[in-house]
């Protein structure tokens, strides 16, 4: 359509025109660049503060005007509050882990176990019970918060990690069997088709076939519950109390609140959290990224 | 045809209908079970709870509409709660998708280096709550914190940020926006699907940078942006972790930052008046698909769905 419209326009001279235009171009690419790192600095800004504040000393830290960099570097800080009194950070560390390694292979397991029932199965209900699983990513977790409570209370879960690691087990979200969904979707029938004719059944073509092919949804799936139980709150907030269930997150808020004023060291412990997390992004942006697109999840 | 003149009949089922709904309905097992024991069965449990006085140790007494009555006729701290989450949610809305559409925009521009810079402006989403939150209380303090640093250097006086009452929750929102990547990410999605021909022939017909922003940009975009504005609005109603590590729970100062959420948890975990915080769950829930559905029923006044009718 476009096209059409393209003809030579007579009265500029064409040579002109070019160079005019390739000189705004080079212009508000400069422009570009400078808004991208201005924004970047802007964005960065508030983690590269949380690093150097953590190699700070407590003194520099309460001067005014504050430094940008530290003037006396302080690693000394980190094994400071790693052991500080009344903490037990390495312990909180392993609690988290172990909450990770207990859950994700149950998020992986059953998501896709769900997500290939929902793409490729045909069976009455099916499309309800889709339905069903994407209008409870509406409900506020809220509203099942108090009875769910209330049942672990029952069923003497409290202060263990069972509230957290359970229900995972059973279909591991529904964003994540979403996710799943649409990339089976896409891989071709008829390479199920020829697995049945030579004989398999479901559950092999879902483990031999389904789950190679889908790599990186399952990476995506695997990196955003990592992402989700490393920074879940409200979650141990809620059924752990004692600090020796305490996971990292937890940790870190009872430490800032006995420790107020410890700047230094609460910046050393969130260095700590954000790091690893870090890493794995930049690691893995793509998956990630991708995950967050297909589900759209929102922190 | 053979209709015509044969009576018809049910539709054959296949010899192994049975065994593909057993073998479907094994498949997706793990999420039925799931949906009837995590969601459904708390959801009915917590539908009860609200017409109940429970204290967890004693068992729940029927007490009918009693806790929605006191909620909207006496309970003043549920009006500061809820004022204060809407107030939120306005400004967190409508900042995030300021600054989430002008990210996009600026980060689906053709450079050099761009997945570089898509990085660094992705980064905050990984950052644990609890991190970010701590973070910003140090960057918003008002003596020491680098903000202030910042506006001391060019000669004004920084406001008291998360300590004053007028400026803790716009503080808040400011977080928020910083640490809602998300919002970018999809809108930067959104924009790789708008067609470059679009953008070519609002060019040849003499439009300028901004005009094609407005009328190619941003109807091109308008589901992503209802998407995101709908999102928007029930991440707001689910704030809570900063507000909770920054104020220790207080919502304070003077309860200018005492969100909704920090009310509930206070009336469940802390009095464990688990009857009166399920209908604050549920006026909360009402709350969202209200707005949802208005939000929805304006859509076709401004969202522009591409081949016309929308499904």
Redesign the interface.
Known sequence: MTRAMDLPRPTVDAHQLNAAHRRRQRLSQGLVYVLLIGGALTFMLPLILMVSTSLKSYTEINTYPPSFLPKEWLPSNYPEAWNYQNTNFPLWTQNTLTILLLTVPGVLLTSSLCAYGFARLKFPGRNLWFILVLASIMLPPQVTLIPLYILFFKLGWLNTFLPLIVPPWFGGGALNIFLLRQFFMQIPRELDEAAIIDGAGHLRIWWSIYLPLSRPALVSVALLTILGIWNDFLGPLIYLTTPNKFTLALGLNMFQGLFVTRTDYIMVISSLMVIPMILLFLVAQRYIVQGFVTSGLKG | MASLTQPRLKPKRSPTFWR??L??????L??????L???F???I??AY?SLTDYK?VDEPVFIGLKNFVELFTKDRLFAQSLSVTFRYAIMYVILGQVVGLL?AK??T?R?RGLSF????????????????A???R??FNK????IN?MF??VGLQGPNWLGSPDSALFSMVIISV???A??T??YV?GLQQVPE?LY??AK?DGANALQSFRFVTIPMLSPTIF?NVV??I??S??F??PA??IT?GEGGPVYSTYFY?LN?YDK??RWLE?GY??A???V??GI??AL?LLIFRSSPLWVYYEGGVRE
């Not at chain 2, 073998?23 to 997706?28: E, K, N, R, T, W």
């Not at chain 2, 793990?30 to 949906?35: D, E, N, R, Y």
């Not at chain 2, 810079?117 to 970010?132: D, E, W």
């Open positions: 593909d709904t073998c479907g309905y094994l498949f997706i793990p999420v039925v079970l799931g949906l024991i995590w969601t069965g708390p959801m449990a917590s709870y967890i990210l600026l980060l521009q450079v810079f898509r990085t660094l402006f992705y980064l905050p989403i990984i950052v644990p709550l609890v991190a970010s701590l973070l910003w140090y960057m003596e020491y914190g680098p640093a001391q250097s910083w640490t809602g998300v919002t990410i999809i999605a021909e070519d022939s040849i998407f999102t928007g029930i991440a109603f689910q809570f972790i909770f590590v220790q959420n509930l469940a975990f688990m915080a399920s604050m769950a549920w909360m829930f969202i698909i949802t």
